[in-house]
């Protein structure tokens, strides 16, 4: 579970002066330990409130009656809340095992953290209720601290109960490690980046138009929808999209290419654009980390682009994001219409 996922997202929020606290949340079953223990080998400090109960008080229903474990709860997490203070202080980096399953929990924790000198991050995991049920099957079966018992009366309790987040700074992780990432936290918007399918040829064609008619080109909608839907349905590039709500704002192309000399996957960042209303918002890093990331996970040895000479603002975002001038080769164009 989770071999796909790009943990750097959260490893390059490190900081030896200001300590990350990743905060968990999730359903039971969600695969909240497994993410944190993960985290747990890089060197972040895991707390959880079941292995707390569980070190302290023994065995749910073998060592303690049942009816004791609301209090328990309260009890471990006043224990691991001064224990993540201590810990913020030390400036140890943190993953919270908990489940924050409403919007007051998850502010208090937040407030404390940063009250503490640390900075958080929050991680939701996004999973069906049906592949949920089909987890705890599993997990009922084992017999371990992270192993509680859950009924399917339990868990339709859990789930009406859950507050899911929205606008809270989090970053969702869906089935398939679809994942959906906050560009701010104040009000009540966020948006998300994902590759495009065809499902959106709508809203990426009127994206693609507007990106053409950037570079003094007529506008030709139609043209622009033929165009995407070829790429789409060919699937010779790779188109990543960001939305708001349900706004496309942004996206970014690529082809693929190779490297004879390294003998290696490329790729060329062909096009990247982000709507007029959704500039200087931090549109355009996100496109550019998102393709980091996937030439990363393809095994690339690089990603290529070019931009006009005079466009100064597309050229410092480039190198705010690593992207260096070439200075060893001239790039030569032969024109055939």
């Not at 929050?122 to 599993?138: A, S």
């Not at 909608?221 to 165009?227: L, P, S």
């Amino acid at each position: 579970m989770f071999e796909k996922f790009n943990f750097d997202l959260i490893y390059r929020e490190r900081d030896d002066l200001t300590p990350l606290v990743v905060m968990m949340c999730g359903v039971a079953g969600s695969g909240k330990t497994t993410f944190s223990q993960r985290l747990e080998k890089e060197g972040f400090f895991r707390l959880s409130i079941d292995e707390e109960i569980w070190a302290t008080n023994g065995r749910f229903g073998i060592d303690f009656p049942m009816e004791m474990i609301e209090e328990y709860k309260k009890e471990a997490e006043r224990k691991l809340r001064n224990q993540l203070i201590k810990l913020i202080q030390d400036k140890q980096q943190v993953v919270i095992d908990f489940s924050f399953w409403n919007r007051v929990r998850r502010e208090q924790y937040k407030k404390l953290i940063e009250k503490y000198g640390g900075k958080w991050k929050l991680i939701y995991l996004k999973v069906h209720p049906d592949d949920l049920r089909e987890r705890l099957k599993i997990r009922n079966k084992r017999f371990d601290a992270n192993a509680f018992p859950i009924t399917e009366e339990v868990l339709i309790s859990y789930l009406n109960g859950f507050e899911t987040p929205k606008g809270e700074g989090e970053i969702v992780i869906e089935k398939n490690y679809h994942v959906i990432l906050p560009i701010h936290y104040k009000g009540e918007r966020s948006m998300e980046i994902f590759q495009a399918t065809i499902e959106d040829l709508e809203g990426m064609s009127n994206l693609f138009n507007l990106y053409r008619i950037f570079y003094q080109q007529e506008s030709d909608i139609e043209g622009a929808k033929t165009y995407i839907k070829k790429r789409l349905v060919n699937e010779d590039s790779v188109i990543f999209v960001v939305r708001d709500r349900e706004v496309y704002v942004g996206f970014t192309q690529l082809y693929p290419t190779f490297s004879s000399v390294s003998m290696k996957r490329t790729w060329i960042l062909n096009d990247l654009y982000v709507d007029k209303t959704a500039r200087k918002k931090g549109v355009g890093e996100m496109l550019l980390q998102k393709a980091k990331d996937y030439a990363i996970e393809t095994g690339a040895k690089s990603i290529s682009l070019s931009t006009a000479i005079d466009n100064y603002a597309a050229q410092r975002l480039y190198e705010k994001s690593g992207y260096t001038k070439d200075s060893q080769f001239y790039q030569y164009e032969l024109n055939l219409i």
